[in-house]
């Protein structure tokens, strides 16, 4: 992966976001559209998702990485934004964002897709709640020394 000295990243709770660098899951479900597209460093964030259905769908080999938090610990490339305005079309893509269907409560989600992901060292970075810049050098990124043992 090219690095460039300013790259944009998404705060995920943890295990969602190593599902999404692990390949286990290609969409993320926010409340809020985005018209962005690209690659995207995915962070950790501090807090965890306390539901069941995320920690049921990590496989035990992948515990160490979901345990790491507030940093970047991977990235994908954001290729669309679904707009789910149903209970039917969010049930339709649940093996692809893992969330059980009663969790859409409301007029509309959406659903950030994303493919090429990739598990990154974990470097601590402080977060945000929407996207936010990156500076990589202060990362220390030399060469991506990519966890293949974690890799399917």
Not at 15 to 31: D, F, H, M, N, Q
Not at 64 to 84: E, N
Not at 106 to 116: C, E, K, P, W
Request: proline share 5%; net charge positive.
């Amino acid at each position: 992966m090219s690095r460039e000295s300013q790259s944009i990243a998404l705060s995920i709770r943890q295990p969602w976001a190593t599902l999404l660098v692990c390949g286990l899951k290609s969409i993320e479900i926010r409340a809020w559209s985005t018209e962005r597209r690209g690659r995207i460093l995915i962070h950790a964030s501090k807090t965890a998702d306390n539901r069941p259905v995320g920690w049921r769908s990590l496989p035990a080999k992948l515990s160490p990485i979901a345990k790491l938090r507030g940093g970047i610990i991977g990235s994908g490339k954001l290729t669309g934004c679904i707009s789910y305005r149903s209970i039917k079309s969010f049930s339709a893509d649940q093996n692809r964002h893992l969330n059980e269907p009663s969790w859409f409560r409301g007029r509309v989600l959406y659903g950030f897709t994303f493919a090429d992901p990739e598990l990154l060292p974990f470097r601590y970075y402080p977060g945000w709640m929407r996207f936010f810049s990156v500076d990589e050098q202060a990362l220390g990124y030399d060469e991506a020394q990519h966890f293949a043992e974690f890799r399917e």
